[in-house]
């Protein structure tokens, strides 16, 4: 009994402690990324899911993603609202730039209209007071998973900018360096929903801040017979998957030819086999802030701006075929 309680105290040690900030849609990479680390108890311990407008409004976000814990019978996690707009963007900004900057692909929250209430099961505590206790009781101990717009974490470190060096290490989706954007041609849409706040993120002193841009993002993509294998297996997951990537974005059903990224579920295939990628290049980035054509675009850091930023490790490459394998059968699990 004593070596089975050894056992498990160990394999408890073993997991990485993390805390989640996600723009959660119905589904798309932020569940997929959701799924990909509640199943994989060995190697991260969620300790938590805060949420913030990206792809969708918050309190639309909120509601997804409890949907989603509920799918997973993993109920017992707690979901705290963030912030509902970001820092300074608009609509209306986004509507002046489509107009006079070139055609916007994706404008996330933007597009719709704005939930008049939070679903019930959301905690009553907001998210940016869940990031400054959770990193206040933990200092160093707890890895923050940044999936969506950094509008949460910017908040919380505007709040309590001492909150930066008691964050274990920040590992994002997030900001493109030698590839096009996917919001504007200029910026990726995480950095182009709230550039202020991707920059009080770049020029924090977070010790650790571990990258996802596009330039890697875009090696891992999905097609339609890496879609058709995981629907092969019918769970409540994988058919919540197959309605979302089927019919809505990128639409396999009516798109047989499509490919999309797998942009968020990028970040766990890392750190669960963090073997799979190459070594990051080390950069100090900013993210640029005048409102025009590159508004959101990853900048080069003028480092007397900010002279105690840490730097950006920029993850480049990876083992796509390896990284598809342990997101297809993380989503087939029958877990
Ligand atoms: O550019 C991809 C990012 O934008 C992902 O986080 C996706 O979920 C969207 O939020
Ligand atoms: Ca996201």
Redesign the pocket.
């Known amino acids: 009994m004593i070596l089975l309680a050894l056992l498990l105290a160990s394999h408890a040690l073993a997991a990485e402690r993390i805390l989640i900030d996600?723009?959660?849609?119905y589904f798309?990479?932020?569940g997929a990324a959701l799924v990909m680390l509640l199943r994989s108890p060995q190697r991260v311990q969620v300790e938590g899911i805060t949420i913030v407008s990206?792809?969708v409004w918050a309190r639309s976000s909120a509601r997804y993603t409890l949907e989603i814990l509920k799918l997973l019978g993993q109920s017992r996690i707690q979901v705290y609202l963030g912030a509902e707009m970001p820092l300074v963007h608009s609509p209306a900004m986004a509507e002046h730039a489509h107009k006079n900057w070139g055609p916007l692909e994706?404008r996330?929250a933007f597009e719709a209209p704005r939930p008049s209430s939070a679903p019930p099961g959301v905690q009553p505590m907001d998210a940016v007071q869940r990031l400054i206790r959770t990193f206040d009781a933990n200092p160093g101990r707890i890895t923050l998973v940044a999936?969506?717009?950094m509008t949460n974490i910017a908040m919380a470190l505007r709040l309590r900018p001492d909150m930066a060096l008691k964050i274990r290490r920040l590992v994002f989706?997030?900001g493109q360096l030698r590839v096009p954007g996917?919001?504007s041609s200029e910026a990726?849409?995480?950095f182009w929903?709230d550039p202020e706040a991707a920059q009080v993120v770049l020029r924090s002193t977070i010790p650790e801040k571990i990258m996802f841009g596009?330039d890697i993002?875009n090696k891992a993509l999905l097609d339609k017979e890496g879609f058709d294998r995981i629907v092969r297996t019918r769970t409540p997951v994988t058919d919540r998957f197959r309605e979302d990537f089927g019919n809505r974005y990128p639409g396999f059903h009516k798109n047989p030819k499509a490919t999309v990224?797998l942009?968020?579920s990028v970040v766990p295939a890392w750190l669960i086999e963090p073997a799979l990628f190459a070594a990051p290049e080390i950069l100090h980035l900013d993210a640029d802030t005048r409102f025009g054509p590159s508004y959101g675009k990853v900048i080069p850091l003028d480092r007397k701006l900010a002279p105690e930023a840490a730097p950006v490790q920029m993850m480049k490459d990876l083992d796509s075929a390896k990284v598809l394998e342990l997101f297809r059968d993380l989503l087939e699990s029958k877990r």
């Open positions: 996600t723009d959660c849609g798309g990479d932020d990206g792809n994706f996330g999936l969506g717009p989706m997030g996917n919001a990726e849409f995480n929903f596009l993002c990224s942009w968020d």
